[in-house]
């Protein structure tokens, strides 16, 4: 008897912690994400893949693919150091770190950063929210209700 309840308690105990990690994975913001264009002639066209990554507590991103333009692409629209610079491999948001926050629909946030648009030159504060395979990403000008939001995708 004692066995058998030592058994269900290590099975419980394996379980939680199973699951536990796949919640967390899921809500992880770290990874490669699938952009997709939210305006002009090519809305709703994959447009590029960014890598997010943690370094020093707060998160980055850099294009590491075009899939819409080649690859040698500058970004002639970007002022001070990136003016002319390759786009893949540009750190295009930084400093975003996790709030704690949890939005019911649009998962974990992440805010206090700043994101630049390298098709227009634009910087903007930025927020994001991960759920499951869909990041939220909200690019602003001083509140966040004057922005605008895109959906990116993990790739797998």
């Known amino acids: 008897m004692t ?3 030592l058994a269900i308690i290590a099975l419980c105990f394996f379980s ?8 967390k994975a899921q809500n992880e913001i770290t990874g490669i994400w ?5 305006e002009g002639d090519d809305k709703g066209k994959a447009k590029s893949h960014v890598e997010i990554f943690e370094k020093d507590g707060a998160y980055f991103g850099k294009v590491n693919r075009l899939l819409l333009k080649p690859q040698d692409t500058l970004c002639t629209k970007c002022v001070g150091d ?10 295009i948001f930084q400093d975003i770190k996790k709030t704690g926050k949890i939005d019911d629909s649009l998962g974990v946030e992440y805010a206090g950063g700043t994101i630049m648009d390298p098709d227009n030159g634009k910087t ?10 869909v990041l939220t990403v909200r690019g602003f000008i001083g509140i966040s209700l004057l922005g605008r939001s895109q959906q990116w995708y993990r790739v797998k």
Not at 16 to 23: E, H, K, Q, R, Y
Not at 82 to 91: A, R, S, T
């Open 3 to 5: 066995k058998k309840y």
């Open 16 to 23: 939680i912690l199973v699951f536990n990690g796949t919640v």
């Open 34 to 38: 699938k952009t997709v264009s939210d």
């Open 82 to 91: 990136l003016k002319d610079k390759p786009v893949v491999g540009m750190i």
């Open 124 to 133: 903007y504060k930025c927020k994001m929210w991960v759920k499951g395979d």
